[in-house]
C-alpha cells in the first residue's frame, strides 16, 4: 500500500499510520467489497443517488468512502468508476482544499443556523461537475437542523450530493432516512486487518513482528483505525505486555478450581493498574475467543499465537464451563455499574467459577454433578446400582406399614402430610435419630419410603401440593434428582427448594441438592389428594364450619392448580367471580 495522504491538510508531515495510509481510490478500501461494487459501480453507469446514508461501527471507513465518492465524481481521468488520484481535483479534495466537497462536524455544528448555511450554498455553482456535502454524525444534529436538512434532501439541486454518515442510523430521523440510499459498513475480519497491518508496516518501512501485528488486531476489534492506532501504540511502547492485561493466572485458577490462585492473579493485575471493570470486559472477551473456537472456529477473529492459546484454554475448560463463566463475568459487568467497589463484583464472579457451591444457577449445579460424577467413576469397584423404577413421591409405599392413628383435639387441624411418621430407631448411641450410619447410604427404595414419612410432612403446602404430582429419579450422594410432569411446574420450584432442602438435611443429617427435570409421563395427580389425614379430624384442605365446639361438616375444594389451592387457603369459602 502506497502513502496517499503524507501531509494533513495544513500541510505539515504526520506520522499517524492511518493517516498516512488512508485509502484514496475504491480499489484500496478493505474489507467493504459491497460498498465499493455499489459506489463504483453508480459512478461509472452514471446513476449515482442525490443522498446517501453511511452507517456503521467506527473506523470502518464512512467519511474516508464519502470522499473516495467525491473524487470519482470529479476526477478528470477516472478509470471504471474509480478516481485515478492523480489529477488536480483528487489531489485537492485529498488535501482538503476542493470547492467542491465540503465537510461538517455535525457533532459540534449541530444547530438551525449551520444547515442554513450549507443549504443555502448548496445553489451556487462549483468548479466541478459535483458539488459534495459530507455530513459527520449526522444522528446528532438537533430536531430544527433535521428538519430544515430534510426540505433541501426532498427537493436538491441536480449538481449536489448529500453524504449523511452516523455510527447510529436509528436516531437519524426516518423521513431523512427514507430519502437516502443506506450502506451499511461492517467491521474488518482479523485475516484482512492482518494484511492490512503488514503491508502498512512494509510500505512504511517498519520492522514489526508477528506478535505484534497480531496483538494490533486484537486491540482494532475490526476497525482498521483503532488497529493502525493499535500498532503506532505498540511501537511507541515498544511492549505488547504493556497494552494488554494478563490472564494466564485467572485461566489457570479456573481450570485448577482454585479461588486463593484467582484472587493472587486480581490482585497482581490491579497492582499493576487495571481498572476492574476494564479487567472484566477484556477477559470477557478472551473467553469469548475461547468460546468461539471450541463451537464455530471460523467465527473467531484471533490469529497466530493467541489462536492457539485460546484453543488450548477452551479444550482445558470445556464447553460448559466456559459459557458459565462468559455468562458470570458478563452478569459482573452490569452490576459493577451501580456497586461502590467494582473490584468486589469482580471477586464475586471469580469465587462463583473457582468453587462452584457458592453459585445457585443450573450450570454451576451441573459442573458439581459432573465432578462428583467423575469422582464416583475414578474409585475403582464402584458398582453400578441397578434403575429402580421410579414412582410418585405420594404414593404409597408398598413395604411401608401405616401406624395406627393417634387421638387429637376435636378443634385441631394438622399439618399437611403425605403419610404419619413413624417414630425411627435408635441405632447406636452416637447416631442421631434422623440420620443414616456413619459410612453407609441409603437405597432409592430406602430413601422414598422415609422421604414420604419424615419429609412431606415438613415442608411447606405449597411443596407438598408440588411433591404429590413428583417422582424421585435417583439419589446419588449429595444429589437428588425429582422429576415433575411439566415445564410449568418445574419453574415454580424455585419457590419451595428452601423449605425442601431444609426437611430433607432434618430427616438424612446431611444437605442434599435438589435437581429437577420434566418428565412428561409422570401422571398428574389432583391436589384435593395431597395427602392422607393423619388422625380422624379435618385436614387443611378442607374447609372447617365450627359449629357449637364441634366439627359439623367438612367439605373438600377441589383445585385445578397450586395457586388455586393456594388461594383457597388464604380465603376459604372465596368464589371466582367472572
Given amino acids: 500500500m502506497v502513502a496517499s495522504n503524507p501531509q494533513n491538510s495544513s500541510g505539515e508531515t504526520t506520522s499517524s499510520l492511518y493517516r498516512r495510509f488512508r485509502p484514496g481510490t475504491f480499489g484500496e478500501l478493505r474489507g467493504q467489497d459491497h460498498i465499493v461494487t455499489a459506489l463504483q459501480g453508480a459512478v461509472k453507469n452514471n446513476r449515482v443517488a442525490h443522498t446517501y446514508l453511511f452507517s456503521g461501527p467506527r473506523g470502518t471507513g464512512k467519511t474516508t468512502t464519502a470522499r473516495i465518492l467525491a473524487k470519482a465524481l470529479n476526477c478528470e481521468h477516472p478509470i471504471d468508476g474509480d478516481a485515478c488520484d492523480t489529477c488536480a481535483s483528487c489531489i485537492s479534495i485529498t488535501k482538503g482544499s476542493s470547492l467542491d466537497v465540503t465537510e461538517l462536524d455535525a457533532a459540534s455544528n449541530n444547530g438551525i443556523e449551520n444547515i442554513r448555511d450549507i443549504t443555502s450554498g448548496a445553489w451556487h455553482g462549483t468548479p466541478g461537475r459535483w458539488k459534495v456535502y459530507i455530513f459527520d454524525e449526522v444522528h446528532q444534529l438537533s430536531k430544527a437542523a433535521s428538519s430544515a436538512l430534510l426540505k433541501t434532501l426532498e427537493e436538491p439541486p441536480s449538481h449536489v450530493i448529500f453524504v449523511l454518515a452516523t455510527t447510529d442510523p436509528h436516531k437519524v430521523l426516518p423521513t431523512i432516512r427514507s430519502r437516502a440510499q443506506h450502506l451499511e459498513f461492517r467491521l474488518l475480519s482479523a485475516d484482512v486487518l492482518n494484511s492490512l497491518l503488514h503491508e502498512v508496516s512494509t510500505a512504511a518501512g517498519l520492522s514489526v513482528d508477528d506478535a505484534t501485528i497480531n496483538a494490533a488486531v486484537r486491540l482494532g476489534h475490526g476497525s482498521a483505525r483503532d488497529a493502525l492506532s493499535a500498532l503506532d501504540q505498540l511501537l511507541a511502547t515498544g511492549s505488547i505486555d504493556a497494552a494488554q492485561p494478563e490472564f494466564e493466572g485467572l485461566f489457570d485458577a479456573l481450570r485448577s478450581g482454585s479461588a486463593a490462585l484467582a484472587f493472587q492473579s486480581l490482585a497482581q493485575l490491579a497492582r499493576e493498574g487495571w481498572d476492574p471493570e476494564q479487567l472484566a470486559e477484556n477477559f470477557a472477551s478472551e473467553l469469548r475467543q475461547a468460546f468461539l473456537l471450541q463451537v464455530a472456529p471460523d467465527v473467531a477473529d484471533v490469529v497466530g499465537d493467541d489462536r492457539d492459546r485460546l484453543a488450548n484454554w477452551g479444550r482445558d475448560l470445556g464447553l460448559p464451563r466456559t459459557v458459565r463463566a462468559l455468562e458470570t463475568i458478563g452478569r459482573s459487568l452490569r452490576e459493577m455499574h451501580s456497586a461502590i467497589d467494582k ?212 367439605e373438600t375444594i377441589e383445585t385445578d392448580s397450586v395457586a388455586d389451592h393456594l388461594i383457597t387457603e388464604v380465603f376459604p369459602g372465596a368464589k371466582e367471580v367472572s
Fill in 343 to 554: 473490584t468486589v463484583m469482580l471477586e464475586i464472579a471469580l469465587a462463583r467459577l473457582t468453587v462452584p457451591e457458592l453459585d445457585d444457577t443450573v450450570a454451576a449445579l451441573d459442573e458439581r454433578l459432573s465432578r462428583l460424577e467423575r469422582s464416583t467413576s475414578a474409585v475403582p469397584g464402584t458398582p453400578t446400582p441397578e434403575p429402580i423404577p421410579s414412582r410418585p413421591i405420594g404414593a404409597a409405599s408398598p413395604t411401608a406399614k401405616k401406624p395406627s392413628p393417634e387421638p387429637s383435639a376435636p378443634n385441631e387441624v394438622s399439618e399437611v402430610s403425605s403419610e404419619n411418621i413413624a417414630e425411627p430407631e435408635v441405632v447406636g448411641e452416637n447416631v442421631t435419630p434422623n440420620s443414616s450410619p456413619a459410612g453407609t447410604e441409603v437405597t432409592l427404595s430406602e430413601f422414598v419410603e422415609r422421604f414420604q414419612r419424615g419429609v412431606l410432612a415438613k415442608v411447606s403446602r405449597g411443596a407438598q401440593s408440588v411433591l404429590k404430582s413428583a417422582a424421585v429419579k435417583s439419589v446419588e450422594g449429595s444429589v437428588l434428582t425429582i422429576a415433575v410432569p411439566s415445564e410449568s411446574m418445574r419453574q415454580g420450584t424455585d419457590k419451595i427448594q428452601g423449605s425442601l432442602q431444609s426437611a430433607l438435611s432434618n430427616e438424612f443429617g446431611r444437605p442434599y441438592s435438589v435437581v429437577w427435570v420434566v418428565d412428561a409421563s409422570i401422571e398428574m395427580k389432583p391436589l384435593t389428594n395431597i395427602a392422607a389425614p393423619r388422625a380422624p379430624r379435618p385436614s387443611a384442605l378442607e374447609v372447617v364450619e365450627m359449629h357449637d365446639d364441634d366439627v359439623a361438616k367438612s
